[in-house]
């Protein structure tokens, strides 16, 4: 399987990137250069660049018109939801959640993620692929960026067999405090169906969480790319005043998988996620 190659999630990862960062630079309806440019531009294959574009069609960041080329799409209506003051912590969900790593390195974090970190783009990041599954099935693709600084001599082998936000702060004095995510409907490409085990564009959930600690400085930024027919959104909206409920112990914080805060901490919020059965 081609995803399985070193290096060829990271290759895709960077392409969509540098096609992301053209179409955050735009206003829409603009214009984006060809695939044929984008292959000279990137130095990739056509294969890479069309896979990256078919992508951000999917995703509504892109639109395709016959004769005439690619163009940013309109933007997309966003509703936040905003919690009140009460805390949800994140119970252990069902199901044994476990990894598979796809690829682990240290780069450049390159424009795009440079920004979003806050951070120059020739400074370092660690970057980590994993599969997560549940029970042995594939759930979710999971795409982390990390300040290099933050994490001296981070392993592989450390990664997978603790909590980072727990690392982060017993080994490194790092505390993270706010995390800001945004959830949206996409489809799966060929490459990430293989990997998840479903038909080539199945649905799925686009998750891109940006964590930043209790000075405001961004820590990690994630996108992660679960499965639409196995992972559901739940979120209780409060209407008014109302007696004191005890927390709901089902399910985990969308997008954050159970385990990832190790120490417990409550997080404000009252929308969970939880995992539909097989079949």
């Known amino acids: 399987m081609d995803a399985d190659v070193p290096g060829t999630v990271l290759k895709r990862e960077r392409t969509r990137d540098a096609v992301l960062e053209l179409i955050e630079s735009r206003s829409p309806g603009d214009a984006i250069p060809s695939e044929r440019a984008l292959c000279a531009l990137l130095g990739v294959s056509r294969p890479t660049v069309r896979a990256a574009v078919d992508e951000l069609v999917a995703a509504g960041l892109l639109v395709r018109e016959h004769g005439r ?27 044994a959640w476990s990894s598979r790593l796809l690829e682990f390195t240290t780069l450049q974090a390159g424009a795009r993620v440079g920004r979003k970190l806050r951070m120059s783009p020739a400074a370092e990041i660690v970057y980590v692929a994993r599969l997560r599954l549940v029970d042995g099935a594939p759930m979710a693709i999971e795409h982390l ?30 505390h993270v405090h706010e995390a800001v995510q945004a959830i949206e409907p996409t489809v799966v ?11 080539e564009l199945s649905p799925a959930l686009l ?69 539909q059965a097989a079949g």
């Open 69 to 95: 080329g690619m163009f940013v799409a309109p933007a997309k209506i966003t509703q936040e939801l905003v919690a009140g003051d009460r805390a949800l912590s994140v119970p252990q969900a069902a199901g």
């Open 145 to 174: 960026h990390i300040r290099a600084e933050l994490v001296p001599g981070l392993s592989a082998q450390e990664l997978e067999s603790g909590d980072l936000y727990e690392h982060l702060r017993a080994t490194h004095g790092v």
């Open 189 to 199: 490409t060929r490459a990430e169906a293989g990997l998840l085990d479903v038909p």
């Open 207 to 275: 998750f891109e969480r940006l964590t930043s600690d209790t000075t405001g400085r961004p820590v990690e930024y994630v996108h992660s790319l679960y499965r639409g027919d196995r992972y559901r959104i739940v979120s209780r909206l409060a209407l008014g005043p109302a007696a004191e409920v005890a927390p709901d112990l089902e399910g985990h914080h969308p997008g954050i998988p159970p385990g990832d805060f190790a120490h417990g901490d409550a997080i404000a919020s009252s929308t969970r996620g939880d995992i």
